[in-house]
């Protein structure tokens, strides 16, 4: 089975992993695309969802609470962080998009503990990481000092040219806290968009070993092993990120023969 999703360029549904097509237990995504006036209703089943409002201005609504017009990007590449809603199981959704919109949806099992929230931009951490050719600029969305059951969401702008989630690094191992398990998603943005990146997922062992080209709203999973990712020339890279496994908490591995770059960053 291939690691890579590839993205629809037209209709609703551009792209979208389950647990079942992954085939692995945690992480649902998907990415949808709106025009004027459309609307997507469903029903969050047993899982907590977290909704990233990508681009555009869309109204999210339960039948218990409303969070109207919101969004403020009109690029994922724009240096600002998104809207997003966190949604418990259990729950009917209706999302209403009130211009051309983009929306990601990450899911993960959760047994209901939490309410639904809104989590504003001004929330969300916003920090650089690395240096030179490896610098990148991140947005943690729902990271773990945040309340949620499952899910861990965060979104990365890769300069072209630059590597990001570099040192490789890995989370497939129940060791915490040396490292812990956590299933990964990568949904692409590429700018221009008839651009492409590279993303490698590899284990030291060689026996999953997949160099994947990415295109703009491609999804790459991550199942376990290695995940690095690299920006050609001319191209900048945007992904966001959906993490979830039995533990939340994100505690990583780099590959040891490459741990010496960090001397340099």
């Known amino acids: 089975m291939s690691l890579l999703v590839k993205g629809s360029r037209s209709g609703r ?3 979208q992993v389950t647990p079942e097509s992954a085939q692995w237990r945690h992480v649902g995504f998907a990415a949808h695309r709106f025009t004027r006036g459309d609307t997507l209703s469903f029903d969050t089943g047993e899982t907590e969802i977290c909704v990233v409002v990508l681009t555009g201005v869309v109204s999210v609504t339960t039948p ?17 962080s998104p809207y997003a809603v966190y949604l418990p199981p259990r729950t009917a959704v209706s999302i209403e998009a009130h211009d051309a919109a983009e929306v990601g949806l990450a899911s993960a099992p959760a047994q209901g503990r939490l309410e639904a929230r809104l989590i504003e931009p001004g929330t969300m951490t916003r920090s650089t990481r690395g240096r030179g050719a490896n610098l990148r600029y991140v947005c943690d969305i729902l990271p773990q000092t945040e309340p949620a ?57 060689r026996d999953l070993d997949e160099t994947l080209a990415v295109e703009d709203h491609d999804v790459v999973m991550v199942p376990r ?22 533990k939340r908490v994100w505690h990583f591995k780099n590959d040891l023969a490459h741990e010496w770059i960090l001397a340099g960053i």
């Open 149 to 205: 059951e499952s899910l861990l969401v965060v979104e990365v702008l890769t300069p072209a040219g630059h590597s990001s989630s570099y040192p490789p690094h890995k989370h497939d191992a129940d060791d915490i806290p040396v490292e812990s398990f956590l299933e990964e998603t990568y949904y692409h943005r590429i700018d221009p968009p008839q651009g492409f990146g590279f993303q490698r997922v590899y284990t030291d062992a």
């Open 13 to 15: 549904l551009i792209a």
């Open 225 to 246: 092993g290695y995940h690095p990712v690299v920006m050609p020339h001319g191209y900048n890279g945007y992904y966001l990120n959906v993490m979830a496994g039995p």
């Open 64 to 80: 218990a609470q409303a969070w109207r017009e919101i969004g403020s990007r009109r690029s994922v590449f724009e240096p600002k």
